[in-house]
């Protein structure tokens, strides 16, 4: 599990008082998408991912579906692994195929593949800390997260980029400066535990820095 950065008085003085100018059309969307994504229940996907292997990059496309900490990734191209079911449960994956469950084993979490990559994505949305966040010049939120105990370019680093819905678009997941796995959404729908309190709003949210933040 990665380290969850609590920032509340800052983030609370911030919004209350407007400290520095205000905060910025990004970062309050950012903030509330953070909240958002902490209420989530379920979410389903398509997505194509892609990894970097550094002398190879394989692909692939799936359906996901996610419920708390369980993944289940139904692939479906190439044909060489279609058909292939993946279950996350935290740490521990399990495939199937044509009724053979085969077991693989504790995954590290430090470890990052292409299979985990929606879980890690979505572990950053939650809890990672903000670097930075900006509006794209087609008006897509992009939000940047790293360890701020590391400089730019050093350990683990994701970049999210969010619909006016706030679902994900794309999600890449970078280490040591280099890009290892990115997923590319075409479709992706959430199920929020607020969905019956539709209209409320929750002035708390985690976070980091977010100096970084601005509005196109």
């Known amino acids: 599990m990665g380290k969850l950065w609590i920032c509340l008085p800052m983030i609370s003085m911030l919004l209350l008082t407007g400290c520095g100018g205000g905060v910025s059309r990004a970062e ?10 902490l209420e989530l229940d379920a979410c389903t ?9 550094g002398q190879r990059v394989v692909r692939y496309t799936a359906d996901a579906a996610v419920e708390g900490e369980h993944t289940v990734l139904n692939l479906t191209a190439p044909e060489t ?4 079911t993946v279950h996350l449960d935290g740490q521990d994956s399990t495939l199937e195929y ?29 809890s990672g800390y903000i670097t930075a966040c ?6 897509f939120l992009r939000v940047d997260c790293g360890d701020p105990e590391l400089g730019p370019g050093k350990g683990r680093e ?19 400066g280099r890009l290892v796995v990115s997923c590319d959404f075409s479709e992706f729908h959430r199920e929020l535990e607020r969905d019956q309190n539709a209209g409320q709003k929750n ?9 970084g933040c601005s509005d196109p």
């Open 158 to 176: 994701t970049s999210l980029w969010f619909n006016g819905e706030g679902d994900l678009l794309r999600g890449e997941l970078s280490q040591d």
């Open 134 to 139: 900006s509006y794209t010049d087609e008006h």
């Open 45 to 53: 996907a398509q997505t194509e991912i892609t990894a970097d292997y």
């Open 98 to 126: 044509d009724g053979m469950t085969v077991e693989t084993g504790v995954l590290d979490g430090e470890k990052l593949t292409p299979l985990n990559a929606l879980p890690a994505l979505l572990e950053a949305v939650r």
């Open 28 to 37: 309050q969307d950012a903030l509330s998408l953070r909240g958002e994504y």
């Open 81 to 84: 692994v279609a058909g292939i």
């Open 203 to 211: 002035d708390a949210y985690l976070g980091g820095d977010r100096s």
